[in-house]
């Protein structure tokens, strides 16, 4: 399955993330259900599509980027960049693209034999069924670790529907949470959410930069290394002391 990632010289806040979705749709117009996350199958009918999302939008390094996955890249290498202007006005703010980096690799998807570790940032973990079961469990962590565990395996199963691996197949993915460093309360389209930052293990391990998770189209919800997640604690604990 192809990967392909878009990412622009601009600097963008995560804030924006939004606004700049919004700019790139306008780009390659409503037609493109695949940017913006609407089911087109009824014309004149505005619903959202429950499939795992294939274009995500997010801020890497304090630049804006966009990861395409499957149909997902080959519409940002077909549908966007030839329409491509050389200004994007994101939340009124003018933005030069034409010093963008294009990355493109292949991942094989497969559930391995041992588990693999990896970091989640900001993984928005939760519906509403879940929250509930999560929130009655409150001062019983190894329960409330169970509703993690429940709720990534099932993410991880969504994103491998959408690689395209056998029912079967999928059923065989288990994950698990091994250890929550950071919950943080995030208010977004005026709906509240809680995101972790979490370490966790599975037999199916996503490719590092895409997401998982609720709005994980918007950035939520990186997959990334041990390494980069280390990292980032270690940069915000800084951010903390120095507040």
């Given at each position: 399955?192809?990967?392909?990632?878009?990412?622009?010289?601009?600097?963008?806040?995560?804030?924006?993330?939004?606004?700049?979705?919004?700019?790139?749709?306008?780009?390659?117009?409503?037609?493109?259900?695949?940017?913006?996350?609407?089911?087109?199958?009824?014309?004149?009918?505005?619903?959202?599509?429950?499939?795992?999302?294939?274009?995500?939008f997010a801020v890497r390094r304090g630049r804006g980027?966009?990861?395409?996955?499957?149909?997902?890249?080959d519409a940002v290498?077909?549908?966007?960049?030839?329409?491509?202007?050389?200004?994007?006005?994101?939340?009124?703010?003018?933005?030069?693209?034409?010093?963008?980096?294009?990355?493109?690799?292949?991942?094989?998807?497969?559930?391995?034999?041992t588990p693999q570790p990896f970091g989640l940032y900001q993984w928005m973990a939760l519906n509403k069924e879940n929250y509930l079961d999560w929130k009655k469990q409150e001062g019983n962590e190894v329960a409330r670790r169970f509703v993690l565990d429940r709720c990534l395996t099932g993410h991880l199963r969504a994103l491998a529907e959408a690689a395209g691996i056998a029912t079967a197949d999928r059923m065989r993915i288990v994950a698990r949470v091994l250890r929550q460093d950071r919950v943080k309360r995030i208010q977004w389209h005026n709906n509240k959410f809680i995101a972790f930052d979490a370490v966790a293990e599975a037999n199916f391990l996503p490719p590092y930069g895409l997401g998982l998770g609720r709005c994980h189209s918007f950035g939520f919800g990186e997959v990334c290394s041990s390494f980069q997640y280390k990292n980032l604690q270690n940069s915000l604990a800084k951010v903390s002391l120095s507040k």
């Open positions: 399955m192809q990967l392909t990632t878009l990412t622009f010289n601009f600097p963008l806040h995560p804030s924006d993330i939004r606004a700049f979705r919004a700019s790139i749709v306008e780009v390659v117009g409503l037609g493109h259900h695949l940017f913006h996350g609407h089911d087109n199958s009824e014309a004149g009918v505005t619903k959202y599509s429950n499939t795992y999302p294939m274009i995500r980027c966009i990861v395409g996955m499957g149909s997902g890249a290498i077909r549908h966007l960049l030839p329409v491509l202007p050389d200004t994007l006005t994101i939340a009124g703010t003018p933005h030069h693209t034409a010093d963008y980096r294009l990355e493109m690799k292949n991942w094989d998807p497969e559930i391995t034999r």
